[in-house]
């Protein structure tokens, strides 16, 4: 497949069969989030890698609610995608943008690759943003200084969800000013 392909077909996966990931698959994985941009090239991501049956269990209590919880539970892999606070974002100690925390933005670009690259290699793979990070964080013994983020599922699917529609194109292209289309 090619990249547009790759994108255009990839499915948020929420069923994962009892396959596990090969550790091979899961380096390639990591490797194309660890090329992933950031600011400054700060390189703030970070993932913890649960494999383990009881920590897993754990991290999908800080899943009640979200329609992923059963998924969490079936995929051999959670990733906790975490940030170091105070890089991204920052010159020096002090923060240079007014967009919050911009490690919510590389974060989310190394997820997307890690996601990508699972998708070519046949993994399933849903991002999931609402859980409990206090919990998670307990869980992983995350230190102070870094943020859990999200939480990435990673397995071979159980199902083929179907595509979803998208906006078009002259809906959210805009030339030199906004709501001025652009010719397409």
């Known amino acids: 497949m090619d990249i547009l392909q790759i994108i255009a077909s990839r499915r948020a996966i929420r069923r994962y ?8 698959k899961l380096y390639q994985v990591l490797e194309a989030a660890r090329w992933a941009p950031s600011w ?3 390189q703030c991501a970070r993932v913890v890698i649960v494999e383990d049956t009881e920590i897993k269990k754990r991290i ?3 899943l009640k609610g979200n329609r992923s919880y059963d998924g ?10 975490c940030a170091e606070k105070g890089l991204s974002g920052y010159s ?13 933005f590389d974060t989310g670009v ?25 919990l998670v964080a ?15 599922l990673l397995g071979y699917p159980a199902e083929q969800p179907r595509s979803t529609p998208r906006k078009p194109l002259e809906a959210t292209v805009f030339l030199n000013r906004f709501g001025e289309p652009y010719p397409l």
């Open 17 to 24: 069969s009892q396959f596990k990931v090969e550790p091979e």
């Open 40 to 42: 400054k090239n700060s």
């Open 72 to 81: 969490a539970l079936e995929a051999p892999v959670i990733l906790v995608i």
């Open 138 to 152: 307990r869980e992983i013994c995350l230190p102070q200084d870094y943020a859990a983020v999200a939480l990435l």
């Open 110 to 134: 190394y997820a997307q690759n890690l996601m990508l690259a699972a998708h070519q290699l046949g993994l399933g793979t849903v991002i999931i943003g609402y859980f409990d990070s206090n």
């Open 92 to 104: 020096g100690s002090s923060p240079v943008t007014d967009k919050a925390e911009w490690f919510m």
């Open 60 to 62: 999908a209590e800080a």
